[in-house]
C-alpha cells in the first residue's frame, strides 16, 4: 500500500520514544523572549530539510539536533483529538519561542476528525467526518470551521504568530465513495476559509494516493468550486527530496507552495541523539531567498571571489585591493581613496587592522587574514537551506581558504554543505556541514 504519513505509526512511536545522549555539544540557544513577544511567521520562506514525529523532542535533543543534523523544518502535533500524543509534555509557549528564536521553522499540525471512510481501525471508533449531503454537507463544513477555531485557540497559546501556515492532517480513506470523498472536500474547504478569515496560511497534509490526488482533482476538474488549501503536504516515500510526486501534476501548488514527506518511519542519529522521524523537503513562501546585499564605498568594490590572493606592495589584484580597501574603511583603520593601489596608506591600514586584532605585524595581507575579515560580526549557526548575510560571509572565507570556489549567493545550497564538510573534514572537525560555534571560530582564526 502506498505509504500514507507520519500517524499511521503514532502509537509504534510512543514506544520507540526519544533517545537522548549527552554530546557536551555547545548551544547557541540564548534566554528566549516572552513566548508571543517577537515571534516570526513559520515556516515562512525556506527550501531545505524538515522533520516530524509523533512527540515534540525534548530541548536538549533539539539543540543537539540544530548543531548537527540538516533539519531546519520541523513538523508538530498541536491540537487534534484524534492524535495519538494528545500528551505534548515537551510542547509549550517557551519551547515554540526558542526553537523559532534558535532558527527553526515549525510546521504546526491539527489531527481531528477523519474521513468517514477512513481505512484505520483506530479512526473508526473516534468523531469522523459528517458524510450526509444535506445542505451540500453544511454538518461536514460545519466540523472544518470548529476544527479550526479549536487550532486557533491552541496554537495562539503557544504562540505561533498570525500569518503562519497552520497543517490538516487527513489520512488515507477510500475516495472512491463519493459522500465519504465529497464530505471531506467540504470539511477541508471550511477549514481553509475560516484560517483564512483568522489571519492564517491554510495547509493539507495527506496520502499523495488519496487526500492531496483528490485535492488536485478538484482544483482541475471543479475550479472555483472548493476554496483549496494555500500549501500541501504530500506524502509519498519515493525516496526523492523534492516536491514532486507522480499522484500530482507538476502545476498545482507551485512554485514553493508544497512539503513532500519522502520518507517515513525511521529513527535516524545525530551528534548522539535519536529520533524517530519522517523526512520531508520543505519549499514555502519564496523558497530560500538572500536578502539583498547593501553596496559597498559607492559600489566601487566587490568582494565575492572565487579565490583570494596573497596581497603586497606591487600586486597586479587591483580588483581584490580595492575590495580590501573597502572593507578595511568598513573596520575604522582606512580613509584614503578606493582606488587598487596596494601604497603606504593601505600599508598602514593593515598594519593598523592586525595589530587590532592581536596579529603578528606584517605588510602583506594573506589568505588567512581574509577569512578573518570576512568572518568578522554575528556568526549565526547556518545550515542547509538557510538565506542570510552570515552565509555570505561563510562562502567568502571558504573561497579565501583554496577548499572552494563558491558562486557567493547568501544560500546554503548542496555546494556549500560540501563546502563546509571538506572545511571541516580537513581541520579535524566532525563533518556535519552545519556552520556552528567551533567552525566560525576557526574560519575566524583564519585556519585551513
Same mark, same amino acid.
Request: include cysteine.
Given at each position: 500500500m502506498h505509504p500514507?504519513?507520519?500517524?499511521? @505509526?503514532?502509537? /509504534? /512511536?510512543?514506544t520507540t520514544g526519544v533517545v537522548a545522549l549527552a554530546v557536551g555539544l555547545t548551544t547557541t540557544l540564548g534566554v528566549a523572549s516572552p513566548a508571543h513577544a517577537d515571534n516570526p511567521v513559520t515556516p515562512g520562506d525556506f527550501t531545505g530539510?524538515?522533520?516530524?514525529?509523533?512527540?515534540?523532542?525534548?530541548?536538549?535533543?533539539?539543540?543537539?539536533?540544530?548543531l548537527t543534523s540538516p533539519f531546519t523544518g520541523v513538523g508538530i502535533y498541536v491540537s487534534g483529538a484524534s492524535r495519538a500524543c494528545t500528551s505534548q509534555p515537551n510542547l509549550t509557549s517557551s519551547w515554540i519561542s526558542r526553537q523559532l528564536a534558535a532558527g527553526w521553522r515549525l510546521l504546526p499540525i491539527t489531527l481531528g476528525p477523519q474521513a468517514w471512510c477512513t481505512t484505520r481501525e483506530r479512526y473508526l471508533h473516534q468523531v469522523r467526518i459528517d458524510w450526509h449531503p444535506a445542505n451540500n454537507y453544511v454538518a461536514a463544513r460545519t466540523q472544518g470551521r470548529a476544527e479550526a477555531d479549536k487550532t486557533i485557540a491552541a496554537t495562539s497559546r503557544l504562540g505561533i504568530a498570525k500569518g503562519s501556515t497552520q497543517w490538516y492532517d487527513i489520512e488515507a480513506f477510500d475516495t472512491a465513495r463519493t459522500d465519504c470523498r465529497e464530505s471531506a472536500k467540504w470539511f477541508l474547504n471550511a477549514w481553509s476559509n475560516r484560517l483564512h478569515e483568522l489571519g492564517y496560511v491554510s495547509g493539507v497534509y495527506s496520502s499523495a494516493a488519496s487526500g492531496i490526488?483528490?485535492?488536485?482533482?478538484? @482544483? !482541475?476538474?471543479t475550479p472555483g468550486r472548493f476554496t483549496l488549501p494555500d500549501q500541501l503536504w504530500i506524502a509519498d516515500w519515493?525516496?526523492?527530496?523534492? !516536491?514532486?510526486?507522480?499522484? $500530482?501534476?507538476?502545476?498545482?501548488?507551485?512554485?514553493?507552495?508544497?512539503?513532500?514527506?519522502? /520518507?517515513?518511519g525511521k529513527p535516524e542519529t545525530f551528534g548522539g541523539v535519536t529520533i524517530?522521524?519522517?523526512?520531508?523537503?520543505?519549499?514555502?513562501?519564496?523558497?530560500s531567498v538572500a536578502p539583498t546585499e547593501a553596496k559597498h564605498c559607492g559600489g566601487a568594490a566587490v568582494y565575492n571571489y572565487p579565490s583570494y590572493a596573497n596581497l603586497q606592495r606591487g600586486t597586479t589584484r587591483t580588483d581584490q585591493v580595492r575590495a580590501l580597501q573597502c572593507m578595511l574603511q568598513g573596520r575604522g583603520v582606512y580613509n584614503g581613496a578606493i582606488d587598487g593601489k596596494y601604497g603606504d596608506a593601505t600599508v598602514a591600514a593593515v598594519r593598523a587592522y592586525r595589530k587590532s586584532i592581536g596579529w603578528q605585524a606584517s605588510d602583506t595581507w594573506s589568505r588567512h587574514i581574509w577569512m578573518q575579515l570576512m568572518t568578522v560580526g554575528p556568526k549565526p549557526v547556518v545550515k542547509y537551506g538557510s538565506a542570510r548575510s552570515a552565509v555570505r560571509? $561563510?562562502?567568502?572565507?571558504l573561497n579565501a581558504s583554496g577548499v572552494s570556489q563558491l558562486t557567493v549567493t547568501g544560500v546554503m545550497t548542496r555546494t556549500t554543505v560540501d563546502a563546509v564538510?571538506?572545511?571541516?573534514?580537513r581541520l579535524g572537525i566532525r563533518q556535519y556541514g552545519v556552520v556552528t560555534p567551533g567552525t566560525w571560530r576557526a574560519l575566524n582564526a583564519g585556519r585551513f
Open positions: 500514507i504519513g507520519p500517524t499511521c @505509526r503514532l502509537l /509504534r /512511536r510512543l530539510y524538515g522533520f516530524d514525529q509523533c512527540l515534540a523532542p525534548t530541548q536538549s535533543a533539539m539543540d543537539t539536533w540544530w490526488k483528490m485535492l488536485d482533482d478538484a @482544483r !482541475v476538474n519515493n525516496g526523492n527530496a523534492d !516536491v514532486f510526486s507522480s499522484y $500530482v501534476r507538476n502545476d498545482g501548488w507551485m512554485p514553493h507552495r508544497r512539503v513532500h514527506q519522502y /520518507r517515513g524517530n522521524i519522517d523526512r520531508n523537503w520543505l519549499d514555502l513562501g519564496r523558497g560571509k $561563510v562562502q567568502r572565507a564538510k571538506r572545511y571541516q573534514g
